[in-house]
């Protein structure tokens, strides 16, 4: 074997001593097509080596694997690359098996899958149990061969794309774990430079989604003689959104108008589902008080897509669906659209004007935010549980607090004999209002005058905590 590879790298300093200039089309084209299907094949083989050095194990043994923290750090010191090149390798190498992604080594032997692809497929597909078992189904429509054929039609960031929409399809409690990590990584940090100021942030993939969409709106269409690169004219607007914030007094304004913002792609059936979902209490995944607590999203429904074909965890849709406007799109056997209908369920004019001025702030405990900063949320969800659009089943929220409701399904209850919202736990305890004594505070049983039906948290059926 070693001879064998001996003379294919004298055959590869043969082939680059060549003189390709001399070459013109369309042999150059065929030839660079030869050559990428040959290093596609040879990746395949080399990561099958690189898991029988790990398989080994005594890689370890060596110099440079006895100064190593792992095999990854030891395939980086061996090939002199970086960390998340090594990375890749290895991850390759551990699933390229038939038992981990049946029929991929085949498809990039044959050269209709190129190594990008399965990188994605490798770093997107095999990362919880349900989905490892999804690929290695015999279901033709969410097998690995199903994602395959994927791979043979798309290019590599549509293809990315793909394998996300399905991953969120098979397990997407998963997806909303990773919402809840990514959203506790939320940051934003600003460092002075002598001739300016760094940023560096980290948002959730809707509010970067929601950050894109109004940067792009705030920098425009340039004009014929703006010498700017793309990324120039976006640094510019992040300064004019700042200033459109300071100069129209949107920090500390009110406001009963419509806010555009993101447009979000789900089947009727598919959000209803999800909603009721998040109000299943029954479930084990939930956990006590005071621990992380998921919902178990039945899996085989479609996602609910941002524009760029990016799936949102059910949480995440429930909360934009409590305060969006919503239309009815009807596609034909081709994705042709044949109709669409009105808006509904949207807090607007007077009606959006009377909750604001019910509430005049964050309804939350202890939170004064303005309206600028929240929406209008359904206490009892209009998408699950037929919670009408109207005052009396409104709140407002600010964004953060919005957000919190549907994570942590919250339930949310009118105290008519105080004129004010009390927020509880799941299991019940009350959300304290700072400031106010102890006999004030809910001990458990609805408050006197609450628009709950009964003296128990209601059923997921007939209130939706986390709408």
């Known amino acids: 074997m070693l001879a064998a590879i001996d003379r294919l790298g004298a055959l590869v300093t043969e082939i680059a001593g060549?003189?390709?200039?001399?070459?013109?089309?369309?042999?150059?084209?065929?030839?660079?097509?030869?050559?990428?299907?040959?290093?596609?094949?040879?990746?395949?083989?080399?990561?099958?080596?690189?898991?029988?050095?790990?398989?080994?194990?005594?890689?370890?043994?060596?110099?440079?694997?006895?100064?190593?923290?792992?095999?990854?750090?030891?395939?980086?010191?061996?090939?002199?690359?970086?960390?998340s090149g090594a990375k890749r390798q290895t991850r390759l190498a551990r699933t390229v098996t038939d038992d981990a992604v049946p029929g991929l080594a085949q498809a990039l032997t044959d050269g209709g899958v190129s190594l990008e692809h399965a990188d994605v497929l490798t770093r997107l597909g095999p990362t919880t149990p349900a989905r490892r078992e999804a690929l290695i189904s015999p279901d033709p429509a969410l097998n690995a061969g199903h994602l395959l054929d994927k791979a043979r039609e798309l290019g590599v960031?549509?293809?990315?794309?793909?394998?996300?929409?399905?991953?969120?399809?098979?397990?997407?409690?998963?997806?909303?774990?990773?919402?809840?990590?990514?959203?506790?990584?939320?940051?934003?940090?600003m460092a002075t430079r002598d001739d300016g100021v760094a940023l560096n942030a980290f948002m959730t993939a809707v509010d970067g989604a929601a950050f894109d969409a109004a940067l792009t709106a705030v920098a425009g269409v340039p004009s014929v003689d703006d010498p700017r690169?793309?990324?120039q004219r976006m640094g510019a607007a992040l300064g004019d959104m700042a200033r459109l914030v300071l100069d129209h007094g949107l920090a500390a304004g009110r406001s009963?108008?419509?806010?555009?913002?993101?447009?979000?792609?789900?089947?009727?059936?598919?959000?209803?589902?999800?909603?009721?979902?998040?109000?299943?209490?029954?479930?084990?995944?939930?956990?006590?008080?005071?621990?992380?607590?998921?919902?178990?999203?039945?899996?085989?429904?479609?996602?609910?897509?941002?524009?760029?074909?990016?799936?949102?965890?059910?949480?995440?849709?429930?909360?934009?669906?409590?305060?969006?406007?919503?239309?009815?799109?009807v596609f034909g056997p081709d994705s042709q659209v044949l109709d669409?209908?009105?808006?509904?369920?949207?807090?607007?004019?007077?009606?959006?004007?009377?909750?604001?001025?019910?509430?005049?702030?964050?309804?939350?405990?202890?939170?004064?935010?303005?309206?600028?900063?929240?929406?209008?949320?359904?206490?009892?969800?209009?998408?699950?549980?037929?919670g009408e659009t109207s005052v009396e089943n409104g709140i407002l929220l600010c964004w953060h607090h919005h957000a919190q409701v549907h994570s942590r399904y919250l339930i949310i209850r009118r105290d008519h004999a105080r004129a004010r919202w009390e927020f509880l736990e799941r299991d019940g305890t009350p959300i304290r209002h700072l400031g106010s004594g102890p006999d004030a505070e809910p001990k458990g049983d609805p408050p006197s005058g609450s628009c709950d039906h009964g003296g128990t948290p209601p059923a997921p059926d007939t209130l939706f905590g986390a709408a």
């Open 256 to 329: 009963g108008g419509f806010r555009p913002h993101l447009t979000v792609q789900v089947s009727l059936e598919s959000l209803v589902a999800q909603v009721n979902a998040l109000a299943d209490t029954t479930r084990p995944e939930r956990g006590a008080r005071g621990a992380a607590a998921y919902p178990v999203i039945p899996a085989g429904w479609d996602a609910a897509l941002l524009a760029d074909g990016t799936p949102i965890p059910a949480s995440v849709l429930a909360r934009l669906a409590c305060d969006a406007e919503v239309s009815r799109v």
């Open 157 to 189: 960031d549509e293809f990315a794309k793909e394998v996300k929409r399905w991953a969120a399809k098979v397990d997407p409690t998963a997806d909303e774990k990773g919402h809840r990590t990514a959203t506790e990584r939320v940051t934003c940090t």
């Open 229 to 231: 690169s793309h990324a």
């Open 340 to 386: 669409v209908g009105r808006s509904e369920r949207l807090y607007t004019g007077a009606m959006r004007r009377a909750v604001i001025a019910r509430d005049r702030h964050c309804a939350y405990p202890n939170c004064e935010r303005p309206p600028k900063f929240g929406e209008i949320h359904h206490v009892r969800h209009w998408a699950a549980h037929g």
């Open 18 to 83: 060549l003189p390709i200039d001399e070459i013109v089309e369309p042999q150059a084209t065929l030839a660079h097509t030869a050559l990428r299907r040959a290093q596609d094949a040879l990746g395949l083989i080399s990561a099958r080596f690189l898991g029988r050095i790990e398989a080994d194990g005594r890689w370890a043994t060596t110099p440079m694997g006895r100064g190593a923290r792992d095999f990854e750090e030891y395939v980086a010191k061996e090939s002199r690359g970086t960390r």
